[in-house]
């Protein structure tokens, strides 16, 4: 019989792994480990919550086999593989004849797992261990949320799955076909770039909404904040402003959720700004990872006098909508225009002129522009950092004028010296920062 090392340098199949017959002997100890990890994992939460297939015994025996089956598979082929697979989807289906005969309703969870985790374990052989962790991990926490998951999908109405197919519209059908090349004034109309921002920007948003549904009304008035202001700052303003209209109690909640949603949506400015210029990330975060941080704790400080209060606090509107789509493609455009227009005209000055003017409705548009301008070394990173922050301040002044018209006397009076000792902080920053 040969060894490994001659099946090693004679085989050329596909399943076929050169390593030296030592180091072969300690991957395949590292596979059967992991294998038996993830299959007591799981195996340990279906111990918990159903018997009829397995539990803490069972679910490892499986991982094993899809391990050792692709072990085999590395000298003898990966039909061995497909044997295994089609043997145990024998076995589920001889296990379960007697419930349907029964017509007992069950449905199908675990034995799908059950065939994911004997793919998982052939895979480990061949793939990527982290992957197959990391899926194995996603796996248990599915199984696990199984009442989440449900009040979730039980909590979503027409228009919310409606939203999420607009997603997808605008994710996965629109985008992919758009070309991707510059036009027009400065070459800055690029289709797929612009719908590319759409898409990042109501993604975030519906991250955001799709966990405001999850957690509901539960996580208080600091998680309302989170995700208000993860959703949209701007909106949880102005619908928390237009409830408090004659309303006496609860205006420190609101206040503080107003305040919690605009230290959010800096933090939300600096995941744009990772994601759209990762190469001068450090040198755009820092100053405004430094105003959010002075916002954060201004928010502290609010919580700390108002952590007794109650009260009600406003739902959050559906973020995903073809017209809102559409309406921030042509903002991006235009604002993408002007920077490009105003750096070119009329320098720095130009530029913090348009994001003052930007940010009195929407910071997106002007943190990804800019942003894309300073990573692609056309604009310089303390000017850039500089218009963003002008545009946040500016975004401030215009939300505090917002609750101003549309809300009580005393939110308006506790939103200003909230707002205020955040744009003094910020206004330190433009000045005192080198």
């Known amino acids: ?75 003898h082929g990966g039909w061995i593989i497909a044997a295994g697979f089609v043997t145990l989807g024998a076995l589920l289906l001889l ?46 926490l599915l199984l696990h949320w199984k009442t989440p998951l449900h009040r979730f999908a039980s909590a979503l109405g027409d228009n919310d799955m409606h939203a999420i197919m607009l997603f997808v519209l605008l994710s996965m059908v629109i985008l992919p076909v758009l070309p991707n090349q510059s036009h027009g004034p400065y070459g800055v109309f690029n289709p797929f770039e612009i719908w590319l921002m759409v898409v990042l920007i109501v993604g975030i948003s519906l991250g955001g909404y799709v966990a ?70 450090a040198q755009l975060a820092l100053p405004l990872g430094a105003l959010a941080v002075a916002m954060i704790l201004i928010a502290g400080g609010a919580f700390f006098f108002t952590r007794h209060e109650d009260g009600e606090l406003a739902d959050q509107e559906n973020p995903a909508q073809l017209k809102a789509a559409l309406i921030f493609a042509a903002i991006y455009a235009v604002i993408k225009l002007a920077v490009a227009a105003a750096k070119d005209h009329f320098g720095t000055g130009g530029l913090y002129v348009v994001g003052v003017i930007s940010g009195l409705t929407d910071m997106d548009a002007i943190t990804l522009s800019t942003a894309r301008l300073v990573d692609a070394q056309q604009l310089d990173a303390a000017v850039g950092w500089r218009t963003i922050l002008i545009a946040a301040l500016s975004n401030l002044a215009f939300k505090g004028c917002a609750v101003a018209a549309l809300g009580s006397r005393q939110l308006a009076t506790r939103v200003a010296l909230l707002f205020g000792l955040s744009g003094t902080a910020g206004g330190l920053i433009l000045w005192l920062w080198p």
């Open 1 to 75: 019989m040969r060894d490994r090392a001659e099946i090693n340098a004679t085989r050329s199949h596909p399943f076929v792994c050169e390593f030296p017959p030592e180091a072969m002997d300690l991957l395949i100890a590292q596979q059967l480990l992991i294998s038996l990890g993830l299959g007591m994992l799981i195996g340990l939460q279906r111990e918990r919550a159903e018997k009829a297939v397995g539990g803490i015994r069972t679910f490892p025996l499986i991982t094993l086999f899809g391990t050792v089956s692709g072990q085999l598979a590395q000298t």
């Open 212 to 281: 405001y549904k999850f957690f509901g009304g539960r996580g208080g008035v600091l998680l309302s904040g989170v995700l208000g202001g993860v959703i949209s700052s701007t909106a949880t303003t102005v619908s928390s402003a237009r409830r408090s209209k004659g309303v006496t109690t609860g205006v420190g909640l609101v206040s503080l959720l107003i305040m919690v949603a605009a230290a959010v949506s800096l933090v939300r400015v600096l995941v744009e700004i990772a994601v759209v210029a990762s190469r001068s990330f």
């Open 95 to 140: 296990s379960n004849l007697p419930r349907w005969r029964a017509g007992e309703g069950r449905g199908m969870t675990t034995e799908v797992a059950v065939l994911l985790l004997f793919a998982l374990g052939a895979w480990l052989t061949v793939g990527p261990a982290w992957i197959v962790v990391v899926t194995g991990g996603v796996v248990a």
